[in-house]
């Protein structure tokens, strides 16, 4: 849930990094409460995603740690990932059930950039037969 979209960094003298994309906070941000967890998000993070993204990514931050773009690498391509997400499937078929593959994989696709709207379209249209153990 965001608590305040109205905050500024100019009246403090330590830094802060966004909650979602850990890049420092120069300018407005935005604080949101999750549970007992406050986090500080800047503009850009704000502004690109919803509330309800916000709260998700925040949420997988939490539990499996990273941020957002962790592991982008203009080198490393969608199609790259898309092969790993693939091969990891087929390897865990047996040990992991379809609902928690799924929310790795996520996990993954955050870590390297993939915003939950692209992956949502990623999921519909070429992923979701790879569910289906």
Known sequence: MVVSSEFKNKDFYDTFNCGICHREITQEATIFQEGLHFGVICSE???????????LMSNMFLAFGGYFGMLRDPDYSIYE??????????????TTSSVEMKIRIFHIALLHGITPREFAELDN??????YQF
């Open 45 to 55: 993070c704000y502004v690109n995603n919803s509330k309800d993204d916000i709260e």
């Open 81 to 94: 990932m898309l092969k790993e997400i693939v091969n990891r499937i087929h390897e865990n078929k047996k």
């Open 125 to 130: 249209s070429l992923l979701k037969f790879m």
